[in-house]
């Protein structure tokens, strides 16, 4: 069964960085394209990031020039790295990707938290 899991989340203080990791695990061929979401309390989910398979990157005018988006296809891995962060940018981080395994389908990632305040 195929599966993606976050981490890298957690509290850090204005200013700083965090690293998101998002691994696809169980039987995987492959990642197409792959994103990154996020959902403060009260508000949509929204897209941050996303990468396709040729590692063209779009992002969102709100992280432009702070974060970037990466991915390393031989762990079926992708990355979010998260510059000068800013209260604004407190949310659930979810990742979301397209994976052939026996089939090709989206997936979703159970969500981490992001925290930035002093």
């Known amino acids: 069964q195929v599966q993606l899991v976050e981490s890298g989340g957690g509290l850090v203080q204005p200013g700083g960085s965090l690293r998101l990791s998002c691994q696809a695990s169980g039987t995987i061929r492959g990642i197409n394209n792959a994103g990154w979401y996020r959902q403060a309390p009260g508000k949509q989910r929204e897209l941050v990031a996303t990468?396709?398979?040729?590692?063209?990157?779009i992002y969102a005018d709100a992280v432009k020039g702070r974060f970037t988006i990466s991915r390393d296809n031989a762990k079926n891995t992708v990355y979010l790295q998260m510059n000068s962060l800013t209260p604004e940018d407190t949310a659930v981080y979810f990742c979301?990707?397209?994976?052939?395994?026996?089939?090709?389908?989206?997936?979703w990632g159970q969500g981490t938290q992001v925290t930035v305040s002093s």
């Open positions: 990468i396709t398979s040729s590692v063209k990157t």
């Open positions: 979301n990707a397209e994976i052939r395994s026996w089939s090709t389908a989206m997936y």
